[in-house]
């Protein structure tokens, strides 16, 4: 999903190359692929395990994968180097993960249940992307293996959208993202030399964070295979489960506050965890964007807890653990629920449909627009309103102690342009495929925020996209890429200019 590369080196020499070069493209997908195919054994052992036959599905995926895999690395060896060009990235970005949802895609073809083409497609991409909407009914019934393999796609997505949004999308200036350039000259603000070594600490977290939580999820009452599968799909964000109904097929709030936890702690800044490791410095909490994010949350969870409460007649304690929950499930665009939120009336579908533009923290496995865009956006509409009533006025717009420079904030600006008119778009679309109005724009947005579940009365929290037609699930499939590659890494490679 992500490739890394010596940040140290000339940022010039990076940004301008003759051609691309497609053989250390296909070098570094290849090495993704045969990555991929080792995480296919495990749900082959699990099924093999209890008997079930599914195990020569990905016995014969990880083949068919690893072979791929291993011609794509064997034909271009000796191309490959840790410089990579501006137009490399992009085309590196939307081909590694077209080729890993790609391969994700075989197992769900030759279950023992079988999907169709366009179902399998959509299952992989919505797993991959972390937006966990699923065409997938009877969920308990499935073989474990199937299930092991939704998350398992759920948790590798997660650390690829990590290392994308470090990594990748900074060096490639998409949507504001250079604010966080691992190579900035300000050394202070650097957690190591090279991105390597980011990548090696961002993985151990992820897999310490993942180990917690599965550990807490068994030691509160789920099963072994439970902990597991939802403490993968927790900690990316993802939203898939091993149950129809979801977190809510857990009747412990234990496990539901511990879900609210470790949902809350993936939508921080993996880095953060890692400054404060290595530190020990509690200051790195004051990051604007974890307490904006934080804020928000505790407004948006104190408030709906007092309207559920005094609208109903339920216990105040359950209604702050249904609420915190369903709350930071849409937030962080895990999608995962307790019940049908959509139940509670027409004042809460009007709020957890502004909850699904949202997102968390750059850096964390988070999908939706992101809190620091919303920050940056209105920062540049105070400084803009102050030079309406002052014209020779000199204002400085800062974000975290860093100077907010016009190309941060036309880049947010060009993203939040693109995403809505990208809503409008999808939503006409899918309005012709025989969608209604709510179903059409809530399943655009769920798409392209990675939310999962959408608010219509059939793909709901408590419902599926099963009964969506073809062409509707390949347009959701379009916009769940569209969404988690940030927009303008493809929408570049349709640009003449670009192949110039």
């Known amino acids: ?20 070069d497609f053989h250390r493209v296909s070098f570094v997908i290849g090495m993704m692929l045969l990555v991929l195919t080792l995480f296919m054994i495990p749900p082959a052992l699990v099924d093999a395990v209890v008997g079930n036959p599914d195990f020569w599905v990905f016995i014969g995926s990880a083949f068919v994968s690893g072979f791929l895999g291993l011609m794509m690395v064997m034909s271009s060896r000796g191309s490959w180097s840790d410089e990579i060009y501006l137009k490399e990235g992009f085309v590196l970005t939307v081909a590694s993960w077209l080729a890993l949802c790609g391969v994700a895609t075989i197992p769900f073809l030759f279950f023992g249940h079988g999907l169709s083409w366009s179902d399998a497609w959509f299952e992989a991409v919505s797993g991959l992307t972390t937006t966990g909407a699923t065409v997938i009914n009877n969920l308990d019934d499935l073989p474990p293996g199937i299930l092991l393999w939704r998350s398992i796609i759920q948790w590798i997505g997660g ?20 604010l966080f350039q691992a190579e900035s000259s300000d ?16 993985a151990i977290t992820y897999v310490i964070m993942t180990a917690l939580a599965g550990f807490s999820y068994s030691i509160a009452g ?6 597991l599968n939802h403490a993968m799909t927790t900690i990316a964000t993802g939203g898939f489960s091993t149950h129809d109904l979801s977190f809510g097929h857990f009747e412990s709030p234990v496990i539901h506050w511990l879900g609210f936890f470790f949902l809350t702690a993936a939508s921080l800044p993996l880095v953060l965890y890692i400054k404060f490791v290595r530190t020990g410095n509690w200051n790195v909490w004051s990051d604007m964007q974890v307490k904006g994010f934080l804020k928000f949350l505790f407004l948006a969870i104190t408030f709906l ?12 304690f359950d209604a702050l653990r249904i609420v915190a929950f369903n709350t930071i499930s849409i937030i962080s665009t895990a999608g995962f629920a307790i019940g049908d939120y959509t139940a509670w009336g027409h004042g809460a579908i009007g709020v957890f449909f502004l909850f699904m533009f949202l997102g968390g923290c ?11 865009r919303f920050q940056v956006m209105l920062i540049s509409a105070r400084v803009y309103l102050r030079k309406l009533i002052t014209p020779n006025r000199v204002v400085v717009a800062m ?3 860093k100077k907010l420079t016009p190309d941060i904030s036309t880049s947010v600006l060009a993203y939040l342009s693109v995403m809505f008119l990208s809503i409008m778009l999808f939503t006409l679309v899918l309005s012709f495929f025989g969608l209604d109005f709510i179903d059409s724009v809530s399943a655009s947005v769920s798409a392209l925020a990675n939310v999962g579940p959408a608010l219509g009365p059939e793909i709901g929290p408590a419902g599926t996209f099963k009964n969506l037609a073809w062409e509707s699930k390949l347009v959701l499939t379009f916009g769940m890429l569209l969404g988690r590659l940030e927009f303008f890494t493809v929408l570049v490679i349709f640009s003449r200019d670009f192949w110039r």
């Open 187 to 202: 050394t202070s603000d650097k957690i190591v030399a090279k991105s390597s070594e980011l990548v090696r600490l961002i």
């Open 362 to 372: 750059t850096g964390s496995t988070t999908g939706g627009i992101k809190t620091f």
């Open 399 to 401: 974000y975290n102690g």
């Open 305 to 316: 807890t007092l309207w559920y409460y005094l609208t109903r007649e339920v216990n105040f």
């Open 159 to 178: 650390i690829g959208i990590v290392l994308m949004a470090l990594i990748m999308l900074p060096f490639l200036r998409v949507g504001g993202m250079q």
């Open 222 to 227: 789920m099963s072994a295979f439970d902990a």
């Open 1 to 20: 999903m992500v490739q890394t590369f010596d940040t140290s080196s000339s940022t010039a020499r990076r940004k301008k190359a003759p051609v691309i």
